[in-house]
């Protein structure tokens, strides 16, 4: 069974939207990635969950180079007419106009300073980032009008853009979460082929602490049987980079993603297959699909309980119990009518 390094999925499947379906289809496993310019009708997003502590996201890109497999953000691909598949890591749709939209969104009157999440379906210091530079130019944005914005990554480039967010921070305009699956970097690249070392990671929470911009870290996603030993250590680490806070987040494979999973374990580790799978299900009461609020995230059940328990004795033994910093809401409504007042004065 041929497998391409440097993805995370090997099969296309079929669309739910796609009247005639013809099964998991495979392309050509050389292909490049392609980039498509959007245009962005709607930037900002309201999030309806109880589980996400933002009220508003951003994302600059669609589909994801990263490749991890188990990624929620797989399912929101088809509705583009392409498969959550190879081609969520292949075709990846560029919002070119983003951060212009985003400052518009910020002059309306209307608009009421709330932070907004940075990333809250794909990474937006995906590698299409070095090129593009939208999400500096967002943070540049966000600057200018000082409005607050909690990034979540699990990509180091978060570091070139260190100067914006040291002064972001000043402001106490800024969040990142980083998002670490394990230290083992054989492990971690079958997780997620295109992210940086854990290494690398350990080092930008770290530059990033010792800069003042206040970091949480993300053990996500705890997948049973594989990485679900490493709660502790990645606590450990983090700590020891200056982390403030740490949370666990459990696998859960909605809509195409048990398809891609099951061809994955096939590939990566037939010999645990089924355990993986059994333990997945012991998390979401029998099923490998979890979409109920208050459950999906963190499971249920005995498995959820140890991991619970073991993510809880890890954030006291290592003090990454500390409260994120509130993000600050009150410069926005100044600089937005600073900001309008240049606009006239040059007009």
């Known amino acids: 069974m041929y497998t391409q390094k440097g993805r995370g999925a090997q099969i296309n499947p079929p669309s739910p939207f796609e009247k005639l379906s013809r099964g998991a289809q495979v392309t050509d496993p050389g292909a490049a990635t392609q980039f498509i ?8 997003n309201e999030v309806d969950s109880p589980d996400i502590p933002h009220n508003w996201s951003v994302n600059p890109y669609q589909g994801c180079e990263h490749g991890c497999v188990y990624c929620y953000a797989r399912n929101t691909h088809p509705y583009w007419g392409y498969s959550a598949g190879m081609d969520f890591e292949r075709k990846v749709m560029v919002k070119l106009d983003a951060p212009r939209v985003l400052e518009e969104t910020f002059q309306k009157p209307s608009w009421k300073a709330s932070p907004i999440m940075l990333s809250g ?3 937006c210091y995906q590698p299409a980032e070095k090129h593009y530079r939208l999400t500096r130019q967002i943070l540049e944005v966000c600057l200018k009008y000082r409005h607050p914005v909690s990034i979540v990554t699990k990509n180091a480039l978060i570091l070139r853009d260190l100067d914006l967010l040291r002064e972001l921070a000043e402001y106490q305009l800024v969040h990142v979460a980083f998002s670490i699956t394990s230290l083992q970097a054989g492990l971690q690249q079958i997780l997620e082929p295109r992210t940086s070392t854990p290494e690398k990671k350990l080092l930008a929470i770290r530059t990033l602490s010792d800069a003042g911009v206040p970091v949480m870290v993300l053990a996500a996603p705890i997948i049973p049987a594989i990485n679900q030993q490493e709660i502790l250590p990645i606590a450990r680490a983090v700590a020891e980079a200056g982390a403030l806070s740490f949370q666990h987040m459990v696998v859960r494979l909605n809509g195409a993603l048990p398809e891609l999973f099951v061809d994955w374990l096939d590939r990566y580790f037939p010999d645990r297959k089924e355990k993986v799978l059994n333990g997945i299900k012991s998390l979401h009461g029998g099923s490998l699909q979890n979409s109920r609020f208050g459950h999906r995230m963190k499971g249920a059940g005995n498995l959820a309980v140890i991991l ?4 809880e004795v890890a954030r006291r033994k290592y003090h990454l119990n500390q409260p994120m910093p509130a993000l600050n809401t009150s410069l ?3 600089h937005k009518t600073a ?3 240049l606009f006239a004065q040059a007009c």
């Open 332 to 334: 926005h409504a100044f």
């Open 37 to 44: 310019p959007v245009r962005s009708k709607r930037l900002i």
């Open 339 to 341: 900001q309008m007042d």
């Open 121 to 123: 379906n794909t990474d």
């Open 308 to 311: 619970a328990k073991q993510a």
